[in-house]
């Protein structure tokens, strides 16, 4: 039964994963700072349902105001394009990327 | 104790003590709650300082970029952090449970609470709690209460001393005034005495009619003296005279205080009635009960108007005396038993009168009735 539970559980994180490789390494590469982009939005947001919500909005209408990143950043290597994924994709994608990266859950 | 005293003294004490007390009670609340700033301004700068210190720690934390972050951790407080939708991130101590966001400080089961907000959110900390010990303020309170109650014993018994201190003055008038009410009235007993057996031994027949008329008048005044001084004795000794009751007979005893005031009726041209058919037995002191009737058949003859009728009756179970006289106002029928009350100055007396009449009527349980009309009379009834 354990044997099955663990097999069952790694299957899915590395299902997780796998999604998110697909979906998010296509348009970051593979040394971006996810990190950092975590630490960035949860000074400014706070909880996980405003990151969440902010990220999604703003992978949906990339925008200077909306981006965490300093205006000067922005001028110098410009905005993302909008997110190709469809609003459900997306929304995974954010959850499980807030699932690996989140600061408080690294706090003990 | 005189009579009124007890009341005088529970009305100065009253008043004392209240203003004292509230002057008491007011310093003390004032002293409380200026303490319980005091306390809270304390705490709120010692929390204040922690909370600096943790976000300071949380600043630096935030900066190094890691797999896992220690939380920090302090001897003097716990602490938790909150996000910006009141979900809790961490907390050092399990028993930090923040329900109302709005107070940014609180005293919970001896412990202070400060509660802030912080920006940026470091860890998405929007709100910082600082959890420590505190001094407890009930013990405070407790100490206060005790020297409150110390406080009010002093005043009380402060106030007691007081109020004998205040009232030593008049006592010793008083006690200067009864002796003195006493020697005279006990100077009194023996010419009042002489002239009533002398008048008594003379030989009416012996003087012209012109002597006798003077005669009469000197009766009439001896025993207006007497009576006066017989009420006095009863009011002086405090009503303390020995009572010896027996079964009197009332038609008797009115007949004799009837004739005994009729010198006085014939002055005025009044005409006494006694209308008493039968016997009737009632079991009081003699004396008591001739103070009784005299008192009010001497009120009746003062009151009267000149060439007029007092009518006495006796049935059973009830004695009425009614005049036509001056008569009195409702006020005055409500007031008539208070001592040393006269309603008409022009008379004499002490006006002790119904006071004694009361007085006697309470002890031997007669409830008195006074019907009064103005410039027509008065009737005093009697019942038991």
């Known amino acids: 039964m354990v044997r099955f539970l663990s097999f069952f559980l790694l299957f899915f994180i590395n299902t997780d994963a796998s999604e998110f490789d697909k979906n998010c390494f296509d348009c970051h590469s593979q040394d971006f700072k996810f990190h950092i982009i975590m630490n960035k939005y949860t000074l400014k947001y706070s909880s996980e349902k405003r990151i969440k919500e902010a990220m999604f909005d703003y992978l949906r209408e990339p925008s200077s105001e909306k981006s965490v990143l300093p205006l000067e950043y922005i001028q110098k290597f410009g905005l993302k394009d909008k997110s190709p994924l469809d609003d459900k994709t997306l929304r995974e994608m954010i959850d499980i990327y807030y699932k690996e990266y989140n600061l408080q859950s690294k706090i003990y | ?384």
């Open chain 2, 1 to 384: 104790m005189y009579r009124g005293e007890k009341k005088t003294i529970f009305y100065v004490l009253g008043l004392y003590l209240s203003s004292t007390l509230l002057l008491i009670s007011t310093i003390f609340v004032s002293y409380y709650y200026y303490e319980k700033d005091q306390f809270e301004h304390n705490e709120k700068d010692i929390l204040k300082k922690y909370t600096f210190l943790l976000t300071q720690q949380l600043s630096r934390l935030n900066e190094n970029s890691s797999e896992r972050y220690k939380y920090p951790r302090f001897d003097e407080f716990e602490s938790a952090i909150y996000d910006i939708d009141e979900n809790l991130i961490f907390s050092t101590n399990r028993d930090i449970n923040i329900t109302n966001f709005k107070d940014s400080f609180f005293i919970k089961e001896s412990n202070s609470y400060l509660l802030s907000p912080l920006t940026p959110y470091y860890f998405g900390a929007a709100y910082i709690v600082i959890e420590k010990k505190s001094k407890n303020l009930v013990k405070s309170i407790d100490k206060l209460i005790f020297i409150a109650i110390v406080t009010i014993i002093i005043t009380l018994v402060t106030s007691i001393f007081l109020v004998n201190l205040v009232l030593k003055p008049m006592r010793d008038n008083i006690k200067l005034l009864d002796s003195f009410i006493k020697d005279t009235t006990h100077e009194l007993n023996t010419p009042i005495t002489a002239i009533l057996t002398n008048i008594e031994t003379i030989d009416s027949s012996s003087c012209d009619e012109k002597a006798l008329r003077k005669l009469q008048r000197i009766k009439i005044a001896s025993q207006s003296i007497s009576n006066i001084y017989e009420d006095l004795v009863y009011i002086l000794l405090n009503h303390k005279t020995s009572t010896q009751n027996i079964e009197l007979n009332l038609r008797e005893m009115l007949e004799q205080r009837i004739e005994y005031f009729t010198n006085m009726a014939n002055a005025k041209n009044i005409n006494l009635i006694l209308d008493a058919k039968q016997d009737f037995s009632f079991n009081a002191d003699k004396k008591k009960m001739q103070r009784l009737i005299d008192n009010l058949l001497s009120n009746a003859l003062k009151y009267s108007y000149k060439a007029t009728t007092i009518k006495v009756v006796l049935i059973k179970n009830s004695l009425s005396i009614e005049d036509e006289g001056k008569g009195m106002s409702e006020k005055e029928v409500k007031n008539i038993f208070t001592r040393y009350l006269r309603f008409d100055k022009s008379q004499g007396g002490f006006g002790i009168g119904y006071s004694i009449v009361k007085s006697i009527a309470d002890e031997y349980h007669i409830n008195i009735d006074i019907v009064s009309k103005q410039n027509h009379g008065t009737k005093v009834t009697l019942s038991w």
